[in-house]
Structure formats: C-alpha cells, structure tokens
C-alpha cells in the first residue's frame, strides 16, 4: 500500500503563506496516476436547470472512491479534487485499476439514473512528468478538522485535458453495484452569511509554472487583505442551513444512490427531513453538527489553478475584482467570475459527529458558469 499523499506533513499555514513557500511543496510519486471524471456538456446541463443534477453527479465519484478506499482500510491515501462538474483525483498506482473500475461501474450507474454523459480516464504522473508538466503536491490544515492538498504546476490539468480529448465510451460489460453510502443533498440554496452579501465563484488560472507560485501568493493574500480569513470569507454558516422539505431533493439524492425507487427510503428519509430541523436547532449534537458543517465544507480547491467559492459584500467583490483584472492586463493570469446569490452543497455523510464532508459550489451553474467565462477569456487571448 502507498502511504505517500497521507504521509506528507500537514502545515498549519494560511494558504498564501503555503503557496509563498514552493520548497515545502514535492513532487507526487511518479507510481501514482491522475484520474479524471468529468460531467460531458455540463454547460447544457446546467442551462436546462439540472445544476444539482451536475454537482451531484461529481460529488458521487468523490463519494464511490472513499468508499471503496475505506473498504480496503486505506483512508486518506488519495488527494481529491472538487470541481463542481467534476472531480480528479491522485492515487497509488497498485488501486488505479480497480478504482477506475469503480469509477467506470459508476458511469454507467450516472447514466442509467440521470442521464448524464461522465468521461472518466486516467494517465501515469510519470508520463505527465517526462512531457514536462509539474504536479507539485502539499497538504495543509485549513482548521480543526479540515486537511487539504494542494498542487502547484500544471500537470493535473494537462492531465484533465488530455483525458478528456482523447475519452471514448465502452459498451456497458459486467458493472458492479457502486457503494455511494454517505450521499446526501438534503439542504435548500444556502444565502450568504450576512444579508447585505454576495456569492462570488472564482477560476483563477496561471500557466507560467515559475511564476506561479507567487502569483497565486498575492492573490491569495489579497483575498486575505480584503475579504478577512478564509472563515471570514465563508459562504457557509450555520445560522442559514435550512434543510429542504421538497419532495424532489429526496427522489434526486434516491435516483442517484439507489439507482431506483425505494419507498422505504422515501418515507425514511423524509420524517428525517420533516423531524430534522428541531433535532439541528434544539439537541446539543444538532447544534455542533451545524458548526461542523461550515468547517468541514470544500470552499476553496488549488490544483494548479485557484477555485474557490467566497462570500462578501459588493464593495470587497468589486475591490478583488478590480485587482484581478490589473493582473489580468499584466499577462499575470486569466480569471473567470460567476457572481450570484446563494450556494449549494452536496455531502458525504457517514456520521453527524467528524465524519462528513461538503462540497460547496454557487447557484446558478456556479464553476460551470465560472468556467464559460474563463474559457472564452482563454480563446480570445488566443
């Protein structure tokens, strides 16, 4: 068993500082493989409304992996990537194989239950490295509870490109059952911490792996400068979790985890829903489970580019914006925005007390969105 990515050491930085110290980040093992799993045609999808169709669908890959590591005793041996319509990942060579089996079973799982087209490959950090990309990894503590990889240089995404470009689909052969215990997506659209607020979703990218780092240090710090610390920036509080008594947040979370219709589970999973706003706002455990939620939630993603998801007012939004777009002119990066109203989340669930996790992406299309904007800034700079 490879141990490498949950021996690295863990430092107790703000990210700017981390990113601002390019010999505490090493080279990813050249064993391991980079594998991608990417929602085809997100774009569309997301314009025929099926946002949290395309987030769940991401974070359910997330989800299948961790389960079958936790199966196989082996915790915290893979770094993974939250992309909004996507996910990558960085695992041992020994496990690529069966995860991307895993994987494959759960494309087909997605395609038979949500109609989504997944592109899922995978190729040797040692052939990323021999074309001259770098996949510089580090981990970081964001707080209490909450560790991080973080990647510097641009092999995950020369990785990503390639194997999207080059994905063909295979006929359905033989699919095992996918383990997608812990799958939840039970709370409404979740409004910024303070009233007067908005949520902004960030693609920052640079290429320049020499200036990278330092570029990316600035920017970070001047998030840091202008919205307060990355809790300061959270788009996540507790006090605006409302969980969701739709009918149609439980058929979604049951179509995807179940693959079909359990009455059972509707009517279980409901009275939850039904009863769950007294025991979160009334029990001791509620009320540290919603504290919990905001410290375990993915709001911020470096894996070669900078995504992230911040909460603040108008005047902060334009400030960072203004300074983005004097760095943009400067040839120092290209950015796409997505500006919007409220956040979502999608979460993986397997106790109320440490072990959950929540994947934070905007409203109305999010990344997605971010990332139209970006690409386009991309082609016309070509």
Known sequence: MSTFYRDLPVYRLPLHELIGKPEYFVPVAGSFHVIVVDVEGSTIAVGKG???????????????????????????????????????????????????????????????????????????????????????????????????????????????????????????????????????????????PRDEEQIICLIINNDDEKKQPEVYRRVLAKMEDIFGKLDQRQPISATRLRLSVALSTIRREMRLRLGRFNLRYLLQNSLMMLYGPRWLRNSAAGKEYLNKVSLLSDTIMIDGSI???????????????????????????????????????????????????HFIDATEGGYTSAAKVYKAKLKARR
């Open 50 to 192: 099926r946002h949290h169709d395309v987030n769940l669908a991401a974070t359910g890959a997330i989800i299948a992996v961790l389960n079958r590591l936790r199966e196989w005793k082996e915790e915290g041996t893979v770094a993974y990537f939250f992309g909004g319509d996507g996910a990558t990942f960085l695992v041992p060579g020994h496990r690529c194989s069966e995860l991307l089996q895993t994987l494959e079973s759960y494309r087909h799982h997605v395609s038979r239950t949500q109609e989504l087209v997944l592109r899922v490959g995978s190729i040797p950090v040692s052939e990323v490295a021999s074309r001259g990309n770098l996949i510089r990894l580090a981990k970081c503590q964001l707080n209490e509870f909450l560790a991080v990889p973080v990647v510097l240089g641009n092999g995950l995404k020369t990785a990503e490109a390639r194997i999207k470009a080059e994905f063909v689909p295979t006929a359905e052969v033989s699919i095992k059952a996918v383990n997608l215990e812990g799958m939840q997506c039970r709370w409404d659209e979740i409004p910024p």
């Open 307 to 357: 995504n992230t998801v911040i909460s603040g007012r108008k005047q902060q939004v334009e400030a960072l914006l203004s300074y983005l777009n004097k760095l943009e002119k400067r040839g120092d990066l290209i950015y796409g925005v997505h500006r919007t109203h409220a956040s979502v989340i999608s979460c993986y669930v397997l106790d109320h007390d440490t072990d959950h996790l």
